[in-house]
């Protein structure tokens, strides 16, 4: 961690190699994974390629998941800017996704930006709690996100969903479990034809760009990274650090809760009755790769977007298409660890480096 | 033979030689002070005869026998000891189990206490050290933690003793008590490398001093043929501070009172009482020195000033009687803190140097624009205090974490002091602990410059040449009431008693 917060904070000068080292290591071990269990590794790479990039389908395919993935590595960003570390992005996000399929029934003008607000409402909601847990009551907040997580599953998906928000089983349409079909005007548009590519994409390089803002170039931002590099030294500087603690987390639910928005603008259009999206967990994955800055994760979010999109094709050459998440795990572990590689750096420079005279 | 030898070391951080090839030897029954500024290669040098790093070039010998590179274990088993500035002492455990701890007495798989009690009690009375072996090492202050440390190396058979700044946390008896043991170690037989910046306790306790500069050894030689003046030239040749001139004693407050406290009470972290009824009064353009034996209240009454504690009874600054109610109203209000734990509550470690140079004053210009950050004002206000406080090195960029301990204060001050608009009150609490006599210089010309601009200054230390140099009054606190009042041209003597509660108080 040690590591981790360095990079986090300090100013970015040489901010992406290692990153970019770790992802190409995990492909290779990925490739040799998959040659040594007998599997067609160039062709299964092939078809993780052409799944992700051939041509415009595949390509809409990357753009979308990465959209969700944007958001959710920037609300685990967000929160480790505060010094927060925030497993709870997809408990936020499903509130998110929950609000923005209740907003977007309603027949007002303007429904779309509307259900997205509520989202982040929602979703800005339940981080809250975690902050003002951490903050009045001392909790750790990977134990509160974690547990709030399981409560917003069961509430939504044990309860309200198939409960009192459930679709009336008499509607013309065809009987699909969930709540009810959101009005057409809040759908994302598409922008592609012939694609699942939507205003989604856009809008999330949109935030991202709008969260390097405030990071980078206000004094808000100044203070959240203050107060989550030394929560003592902010406070007796006079910034009330557990007041930014507590807008960092409703920042970064508000931004899993959009994430969820546009799960189901884009793509659902109900809140269905099964949803376990795991991009909210796929979200600490993109922050940590991504350094925690907004530009890195908005990249790693594309590439295991392109991860996620062409491992659906793996299954063309015998490979289960959870064969990404191994690639997605290693590169966590790659950059997360990166003691394990500094002794070998080291050497190899010092080998490397002309001798030095006795 | 000699206890230790140290020939040719270097040892490099990338580009930077911390120590550019030095040799020395320490022979038994001999002090030698070890004597530079920060980032002088003082540090480096010992971690290397300890064995905690590999040095580059050259080897480490003790008694005749070289040492393997970087293995702490080996240096240990060699007889070498050091005492850290930092104890490495577990506060629930008692003195005697700390002690042996990692290499207790055994009998049948068991350890054995009694043994390794009887041993500790031993150890210590054989050197002269008053420690209790049963008490626990959180109840102990200082000094008592510090002599545990030196009768654990004592115990584990070290013959040849390093002490890191051992007196940097300690008050003048206690320091007094320190050099007297170290003496007596070296009468018995260890060899001692006492490291230090006070050149006084050096030339009392050394039988010969080493100054080292930019990782070289600059000038060595025996007590008799060196003096204070020799040793100063030495260690800051090349850096040309000019010294500064004596005003203390000879200004005149200005008339108007800007601080007064009235039976301030406030408690501790543990809850007990710290301040038990403390009244003072601090005037514009005024340096009150604040002396007292380390946990008599000082540090508690400098985050009652700074907002950072709840206290009793009234304390106003110029009227206002609120302006300590929390961290922001405070510097609102014109207080700047130079905190106590400069790491932790002066500096976000991991930000830049300029981003703490900005924090606190982040809301203003040059720093904002708005609600926005001004990065062009922000980078030449900067590179302005760089300048002005001669930080080093001298990037706006560089991790704070990564700078010297000297620096790291020299930053808290240049911000505390210059980095906003003129503060009215002036809290410092140890503000030159562990800085070399340039760093203290440039810290102590700023303290005086904010008095001399009408500033109230109120400054927390140890040590009595400090207080006595910039005060213009010393008041003494001792269990959380102003156990009397001094001039700064009181001796030792009487600031002692006072500070031990034996003087009574005097208007």
Redesign the interface.
């Given at each position: 961690m040690p590591d981790l917060r360095a990079r986090l904070f300090t100013p970015a000068r040489d901010p992406s190699w290692g990153a970019a080292a770790a992802l190409l290591a995990s492909f290779v071990v990925s490739f040799v994974a998959m040659a040594v269990t007998g599997r067609d590794a160039v062709a299964g790479f092939g078809h993780l390629f052409s799944g992700a990039f051939g041509g415009p389908g595949p390509l809409g395919e990357t753009a979308l998941k990465a959209s969700i993935l944007i958001l959710t590595g920037l609300s685990v960003a967000v929160a480790l800017i505060v010094g927060l570390f925030n497993i709870g992005a997809e408990g936020q996000l499903i509130w998110g996704a929950l609000a923005a399929a209740m907003v977007g029934r309603l027949d007002v003008p303007g429904v779309m930006p509307l259900a997205l607000m509520g989202a982040a409402v929602a979703g800005g909601l339940w981080g809250l709690i975690a902050g003002w847990l951490k903050v009045h009551r001392g909790v750790h907040e990977v134990i509160s996100t974690i547990l709030l997580n399981w409560i917003a599953i069961h509430v939504i998906q044990g309860w309200l969903v198939p409960g009192p928000l459930a679709a009336a089983a008499s509607s013309a349409q065809v009987n699909v479990a969930g709540t009810e079909a959101i009005q057409r005007a809040a759908w994302l548009p598409r922008l592609w034809p012939g694609t699942r590519l939507d205003l989604g994409f856009p809008l999330a390089l949109l935030i991202a760009f709008a969260v390097w803002f405030l990071l980078a170039r206000t004094r808000r931002g100044f203070e959240w990274r203050a107060v989550g590099a030394g929560r003592d030294a902010a406070h007796a500087a006079g910034i009330p650090a557990g007041r930014r603690i507590c807008e960092g987390m409703a920042l970064s639910g508000a931004l899993a809760g959009v994430g969820g928005a546009l799960l189901i603008l884009g793509t659902e259009h109900r809140y269905p009755g099964v949803f376990r999206t795991g991009y909210g967990f796929d979200g600490i994955a993109v922050a940590l790769v991504g350094g925690g800055s907004a530009a890195g994760t908005a990249a790693a979010a594309v590439v295991f977007g392109a991860l996620r999109a062409g491992a659906t094709r793996l299954q063309l050459v015998g490979i289960h298409p959870s064969f990404a998440e191994l690639t997605q795990g290693l590169a966590v572990l790659l950059v997360a660890a990166p003691r394990l590689f500094q002794p070998l750096l080291t050497r190899l420079r010092a080998r490397s480096a002309p001798p030095v005279p006795p | 033979m000699n206890a230790l030898e140290l020939s040719g070391i270097r040892k490099r951080f990338g580009a930077v030689a911390a120590v550019d090839g030095i040799s020395l030897e320490v022979a038994a029954g001999e002090v030698l002070a070890l004597v530079g500024e920060n980032g002088a290669g003082k540090s480096t040098l010992i971690s290397v005869a300890c064995g905690l790093y590999r040095a580059?070039?050259g080897a480490v010998r003790a008694f005749g026998r070289e040492l393997p590179p970087g293995d702490p274990r080996a240096a240990i088993d060699a007889g070498i000891g050091a005492v850290h500035q930092h104890f490495m002492l577990i506060g629930p455990l008692t003195v005697w189990e700390n002690v042996v701890l990692g290499r207790e007495p055994r009998r049948w798989g068991f350890m054995n206490a009694v043994q390794a009690r009887r041993e500790v009690a031993e150890a210590a009375e054989r050197a002269g050290l008053a420690v209790e072996p049963d008490a626990r090492v959180e109840t102990l202050g200082v000094a008592a933690q510090q002599r545990v440390e030196i009768v654990k190396q004592l115990w584990r058979g070290a013959r040849v003793l390093i002490l890191d700044e051992p007196t940097a946390v300690l008050s003048p008896q206690e320091s007094g008590a320190l050099l007297r043991t170290v003496r007596t170690l070296a009468a018995g037989g260890r060899a001692v490398l006492f490291v230090s910046h006070k050149l006084r306790e050096v030339l009392e306790v050394a039988d010969r001093i080493a100054v080292v500069r930019r990782g070289r050894l600059v000038q060595i030689g025996r007590r008799g043929d060196t003096d204070a003046g020799k040793v100063t030239a030495a260690l800051i040749e090349g850096s040309a501070v000019p010294p500064a001139p004596s005003s203390g004693a000879m200004r005149r407050p200005e008339p108007g009172v800007l601080l007064a406290a009235r039976e301030l009470t406030c408690l501790s972290d543990r809850g007990r009482p710290a301040l038990r009824g403390l009244s003072f009064e601090l005037r514009r353009g005024e340096i009150v020195g604040i002396a007292g034996v380390d946990g008599n209240g000082q540090s508690e009454l400098a985050e009652v000033l700074?907002?950072?504690r709840r206290a009793g009874g009234t304390v106003s600054l110029e009227g206002d009687a609120a302006f300590h109610r929390?961290?922001?109203?405070?510097?609102?209000a014109g207080v700047a803190?130079l905190?106590e734990d400069r790491q932790?509550?002066?500096?976000?470690?991991?930000?830049?140097v300029e981003?703490n140079l900005?924090?606190?004053h982040?809301?203003m210009p040059p720093y904002?624009r708005g609600?926005?950050?001004d990065?062009v004002g922000r980078r030449g206000k900067a590179r302005e205090l760089i300048a002005a406080f001669d930080l080093r090195p001298p990037d706006p960029?560089a991790?704070a974490?990564d700078l010297s301990g000297g620096n790291q204060q020299k930053l808290v001050a240049a911000r505390e002091l210059a980095g906003g608009p003129p503060p009215r009150l002036v809290v410092a609490v140890h503000p030159t602990r562990g800085l070399d006599p340039g760093a203290t210089r440039r810290v102590h010309d700023a303290l005086r410059t904010a008095r001399d601009r009408g500033a109230g200054v109120l400054l927390v230390s140890f040590d009595l040449d400090e207080l006595r140099a910039l005060a213009d009054r010393i008041l003494v606190l001792f269990d959380g009431h102003a156990a009397g009042q001094a001039t700064p041209d009181a001796g030792d003597d009487l600031l002692g008693r006072m500070m031990l509660g034996q003087e009574p108080a005097r208007a």
């Open positions: - | 580059d070039a700074a907002g950072l929390s961290p922001a109203s405070a510097r609102l803190h905190p932790r509550r002066g500096l976000c470690l991991p930000l830049s981003e900005a924090l606190g982040h809301a904002a609600p926005r950050i990065a960029l991790r974490g």
